[in-house]
C-alpha cells in the first residue's frame, strides 16, 4: 500500500525522524534564502526592508525590534526581574512596555545575539528562521493525515506567510502547527511529553507579538472545538485537567508578562479606541480591500487555491476528512477574524460579525488596529487543504509519482513567487564598526544616562539611536515606541539649548543627566559655534573625536524637581492630582486664528483657558490620567469625526488667570466646510462641560491646496516644531 494511502486513513502517531526529513529541512532552508536575498548577504553588516513598501515606519520599526530582542538578550542573563525596565525613555520606568515585547522570537534571537553581540546578525538569522520552521513544522503535523508527499506541499505553502521583513512582529508563526500538533496528541494519547510541549509551544508564541496573541487565540477558536470533538471517546478526567493545567500555567505567565502595559494604561499612555472614531484598519471597508489584496498578490496563489478546491471535495478515508475539516475551519476563522468587526459586503454595507464579541470580553482585543493581520491563520489553513488536494491527486500512485508531483508543485510555487522584486540592503551599524563615541561610553559611562544633540527629528533617527544604545546600554533620553512618553521633548526643550548655563541648571533640576553626546557631524551651522566657546560649570569635555565629543555632566542641583517629572501624585507645578469634582466653572476661547487654512496642512490653533473655581487644576505633567487637557475633534457637518487628539496644558490652570497654550491641527485632506469642537477634558475622568466649562466651536473653511510652481514659491511651509512647553499629541 502506498504512504498515501496509509495516510489517508488517519495516521495519529509521529513517527522518528528519516533522513528524508532532514533534507526536507535543509530544501526549505535554501528555498527561504533564495526568498529573502539578498537578506543572505552578509547578514551580520546589512539589513534588508523596502522604506518605499512599508512608508515611513518601516526603518523605525527594524531598529526598534533590534533594540528589543537586543535588550531581552542582554538582561535576562543580568538582571532578569528588570526585563520591562529599559535603557530608553529615561528617567521612564518600564520603558519596554511603549511597545510589544516580542520575548517569543528569544530562543531564535538569543544564542546568535550572546556568541557574537550583533543584533542585526541576530535578527536576519531569526527572521530566516521563522521561514524554514513554519514549512517544516507544519510538514511534521500534516504528515500525520495526507503522507510526506502531500505534507511537504503544505509545508512550502505554509512558508510563504506574511510578505516580508519588516513585518517581523507577523513573520514568527512557526509555533501553530506544533500547538496543533501538540493539541491532537495530547487528546490522543495523553503522554505527559505531548502536554509539555503544547504550554512550550505556546509560550513561545503567545508572546511573540500581540498580533499572534491573538491570532493563536483564534487558532484554539478553530482547532480546538473540533479536535475536542473528533477525541470525544477519549476525553477522561486525565486529558481535561492536563488541558486545563496547560492553560492554567500560560494564562499565568502571559497575564505577569502584560502587568507592565496594564499599568502604562492605568496612567492613561494607551488610547482607548470608542465607536464614534475607530482606526483605519477597523473600518470595514478598508479592512476588506487589504485582505482582498492579500489573498489575490499574497496567501497560496492560484495553485494553491485549486488544490484547496480539490481537498474540500467530500469523501476519503478518515485522516483526510479531519484535515479536509481542520484547514477548512482555519480558512473560515481566519477570514472572519481579517474582515474585522463588520464584515463589508460593499463601500456603504456591512455586516455584523462575532468579531464585537471578543472586543468586548477578551481584555486587549480591542486595542487590535489591523484585523487583517489575522489572515495569517487562514494561510494555515489553505496550506493544509493544499497538501490534502495534491495527496488526493496521487492517491493510488507510486511513490516516484507521488514524490515528483510534489517536487513539481513546490517548484510551481516558488516560480510563482520569485517575481517579486528584492528588498534593498542597507548597511548597518555593527560590532566591526561602531563609532568611537559609544565604544568610550560602554567603556566609561558608569550606567549615567546620555541625552543625544542634536535631538533625533524622525521617529527613524530615534529608533536608530536606541539601536546604538545596544553597544554601550547606557540610559538615554531618546527612544521610539508605538506610544512614546510625553516627557522627551519636554527634557529636550531644555537640553537643545545647551551649553548655555542656565539650559544646563534647568535639565539637571529636572533628569539625572550623566553625559551629553554632541554629533558634531549632525549639527546645524548655527548651532555649531555655541559649542566652540566656553562652557559653563558642571558640563566638561571628556573626549572627543572628528565627528562627535562627550561632555561629563557633574552641575549640582539647585531646585529639585526631578521627584515631579513623572509623578501621579503631583504635576509639575506641584497641584495635587485629583479629580476636579461636580463643579468646575471655565471658559475656552479662541485667542489667534491662521488664514487660509489649508486642506492636509497643519496649523497650530492659539487658544486661551480660563479656571473660574476656586481650585488650581491639575494639568502640567505627562501621565494624562487625571490630568486636565484639552481634546480636539474635527467633525464633517454631519457630525461624523475625521480625526481626535488631546492636547496638554503648560502649566496648571489658576483661578482667574488666563492661561494661553497652542493646540496643532491636522487640517482635513479634502476641502470643504467642517467643524473644530474643542472640550477641556480631565482624562479618564470626565469632560469638564459636564461641570461647567462649555465645548468651543469652531468652522473650518478649509480650502484646496494651491499648485506648487516651479520655484517651489506658495508651498505648504513645513509643520512648526512642537513647542517646548506643549507635550507630544501621539500618533
Not at 650 to 662: G, I, K, T, V, W
Amino acid at each position: 500500500m502506498t504512504e498515501s494511502a496509509g495516510s489517508a486513513r488517519g495516521t495519529r502517531d509521529l513517527r522518528g525522524l528519516h533522513p528524508a526529513d532532514v533534507l526536507l529541512l535543509l530544501g526549505y532552508a535554501a528555498a527561504a534564502l533564495l526568498w529573502l536575498w539578498p537578506l543572505p548577504h552578509h547578514p551580520w553588516a546589512n539589513s534588508v526592508y523596502d522604506p518605499g513598501g512599508f512608508p515611513a515606519v518601516a526603518t523605525a520599526d527594524f531598529y526598534l525590534v533590534v533594540w528589543i530582542l537586543s535588550w531581552f538578550a542582554h538582561v535576562v542573563t543580568r538582571a532578569p526581574l528588570h526585563l520591562f525596565d529599559a535603557n530608553t525613555f529615561h528617567p521612564a520606568p518600564l520603558a519596554l512596555a511603549y511597545s510589544e515585547h516580542l520575548i517569543g522570537y528569544l530562543p531564535l534571537f538569543g544564542p546568535f545575539w550572546w556568541a557574537t553581540g550583533n543584533g542585526i546578525l541576530a535578527l536576519n538569522a531569526t527572521a530566516f528562521l521563522t521561514y524554514p520552521l513554519s514549512a517544516w513544522f507544519t510538514y511534521l503535523f500534516a504528515r500525520r493525515f495526507v503522507g510526506r508527499p502531500g505534507a511537504a506541499v503544505a509545508g512550502a505553502f505554509c512558508a510563504l506567510r506574511y510578505e516580508l521583513p519588516p513585518h517581523f512582529h507577523l513573520l514568527g508563526a512557526q509555533w501553530f502547527p506544533v500547538i496543533l500538533y501538540a493539541l491532537d496528541a495530547w487528546l490522543d494519547a495523553a503522554r505527559a511529553r505531548h502536554a509539555v510541549l503544547l504550554a512550550l509551544a505556546l509560550l513561545l508564541q503567545c508572546p511573540s507579538s500581540v498580533c499572534l496573541l491573538y491570532a493563536t487565540m483564534f487558532l484554539g477558536v478553530a482547532a480546538g472545538p473540533l479536535l475536542l470533538l473528533e477525541h470525544r471517546a477519549r476525553l477522561d478526567r486525565r486529558r481535561i485537567a492536563g488541558l486545563a493545567l496547560v492553560l492554567t500555567v500560560v494564562g499565568a505567565v502571559l497575564v505577569v508578562s502584560m502587568l507592565p502595559y496594564l499599568t502604562l494604561r492605568s496612567y492613561g499612555l494607551v488610547p482607548d479606541y470608542d465607536d464614534e472614531l475607530v482606526p483605519l484598519g477597523l473600518i470595514p471597508i478598508y479592512a476588506r480591500l487589504h485582505l482582498d489584496q492579500y489573498l489575490a498578490r499574497g496567501g497560496v496563489g492560484l495553485l494553491g487555491y485549486v488544490l484547496a478546491l480539490v481537498a474540500i471535495v467530500p469523501g476519503g478515508a478518515l485522516g483526510w476528512r479531519r484535515v479536509r475539516r481542520l484547514g477548512a475551519a482555519l480558512v473560515v476563522v481566519g477570514v472572519v477574524a481579517a474582515l474585522g468587526p463588520r464584515v463589508a459586503i460593499d463601500s456603504t454595507t456591512a455586516l455584523w460579525s462575532p468579531y464585537v464579541l471578543l472586543m468586548q470580553v477578551v481584555p486587549g482585543f480591542a486595542t487590535v488596529r489591523q484585523p487583517a493581520r489575522f489572515i495569517i491563520v487562514a494561510q494555515l489553513g489553505f496550506a493544509l487543504l493544499a497538501g490534502l488536494g495534491v495527496t488526493r491527486l496521487v492517491h493510488g500512485r507510486g511513490a516516484r509519482v507521488q514524490h515528483a508531483v510534489a517536487a513539481a508543485c513546490v517548484a510551481a510555487v516558488l516560480a510563482a513567487r520569485l517575481w517579486l522584486p528584492s528588498h534593498p540592503a542597507h548597511p548597518e551599524t555593527a560590532p566591526g564598526s561602531v563609532p568611537e563615541a559609544y565604544r568610550w561610553l560602554a567603556a566609561n559611562g558608569d550606567g549615567r544616562a546620555v541625552v543625544e544633540l542634536p535631538r533625533a527629528r524622525s521617529d527613524a533617527a530615534a529608533s536608530r539611536r536606541a539601536y546604538a544604545s545596544t553597544y554601550h546600554w547606557q540610559p538615554i533620553l531618546e527612544g521610539y515606541g508605538a506610544y512614546p512618553p510625553q516627557h522627551r521633548a519636554y527634557l529636550y526643550a531644555f537640553a537643545e539649548r545647551l551649553p548655555d548655563e542656565g539650559a544646563l541648571q534647568d535639565l539637571v533640576d529636572r533628569v539625572d543627566v550623566g553625559w551629553v553626546l554632541l554629533h558634531r557631524d549632525e549639527l546645524a551651522p548655527a548651532d555649531a559655534p555655541r559649542w566652540a566657546g566656553a562652557l559653563p560649570v558642571g558640563l566638561t569635555l571628556a573626549a572627543e573625536w572628528a565627528d562627535a565629543a562627550v561632555y561629563r555632566v557633574e552641575r549640582p542641583v539647585a531646585s529639585d524637581r526631578r521627584d515631579r517629572l513623572l509623578s501621579t501624585e503631583r504635576t509639575l507645578d506641584g497641584t495635587r492630582i485629583a479629580p476636579l469634582g461636580e463643579r468646575c466653572e471655565g471658559t475656552l476661547e479662541l485667542a489667534e486664528w491662521a488664514e487660509p487654512l489649508v486642506a492636509g496642512s497643519e496649523v497650530r490653533v492659539a487658544l486661551r483657558v480660563e479656571n473660574r473655581s476656586a481650585a488650581v487644576w491639575p494639568a502640567a505633567g505627562f501621565y494624562p490620567r487625571s490630568l486636565v487637557g484639552a481634546r480636539g475633534v474635527v467633525r464633517r457637518p454631519d457630525g461624523r469625526p475625521i480625526s481626535r487628539w488631546r492636547t496638554a496644558l503648560p502649566h496648571d490652570p489658576r483661578p482667574s488667570e488666563p492661561l494661553a497654550f497652542a493646540m496643532p491641527l491636522r487640517l482635513p485632506a479634502q476641502p470643504g466646510r467642517y467643524l473644530l469642537h474643542v472640550d477641556l477634558v480631565q482624562d479618564g475622568v470626565m469632560p469638564l462641560r459636564d461641570c461647567g466649562a462649555p465645548t468651543l466651536t469652531l468652522p473650518l473653511d478649509v480650502v484646496a491646496k494651491p499648485l506648487p510652481i516651479a520655484d517651489g514659491a506658495g508651498e505648504n511651509p513645513a509643520p512648526p516644531e512642537s513647542s517646548p512647553a506643549v507635550a507630544d499629541t501621539g500618533r
